[in-house]
């Protein structure tokens, strides 16, 4: 009643701040998300997320696609490849199954992670999929595993 932040803003961090995007538990979702405010999935997505700001997928959220945001919090499950500019946290019973790209990493050791770990520079974390298609390690030529 005196304050003026509604419960969804709290449960998401993002108080002060009526960008955010739910999508509610029992709920489905097929098709691709863009996104420039944060983005919370407790029900199932069958699609991808393109997401300039913070893509949280709560503890009964399912994801079934690529992830592509600035920072990301796990705590359902994604099978899928994700890409995070900034901090991917993979907390509690999260789990992940696809591999990242990310500038920072923090996984809870109650967490599963199934797939292939790239840490990625700030410089680096500005490239698009086509420029890392072209990148050479040693003698292997590496291909993108994410598509957006």
Request: glycine content about 12%.
């Amino acid at each position: 009643m005196f304050n003026s932040r509604s419960k969804q803003e709290t449960a998401l961090g993002v108080v002060g701040s009526s960008s955010a995007s739910i999508i509610a538990p029992g709920a489905t979702l097929k098709g691709d998300i863009n996104s420039t405010g944060d983005l919370r999935i407790d029900g199932h997505l069958y699609g991808n997320i393109n997401c300039t700001a913070k893509v949280i997928i709560g503890a009964n959220g399912i994801v079934e696609g690529d992830i592509s945001s600035k920072n990301a919090d796990i705590l359902g499950k994604v099978k899928g490849n994700v890409r995070v500019k900034e901090l991917l946290q993979i907390k509690g019973e999260g789990h992940l199954d696809g591999n990242m790209h990310v500038a920072r990493l923090q996984i809870e050791a109650s967490a599963h992670f199934n797939g292939q770990c790239h840490m990625v520079t700030d410089n680096n974390s500005q490239e698009s999929n086509a420029d890392l298609g072209s990148r050479v390690l040693g003698s292997k030529l590496l291909k993108p595993t994410l598509s957006i």
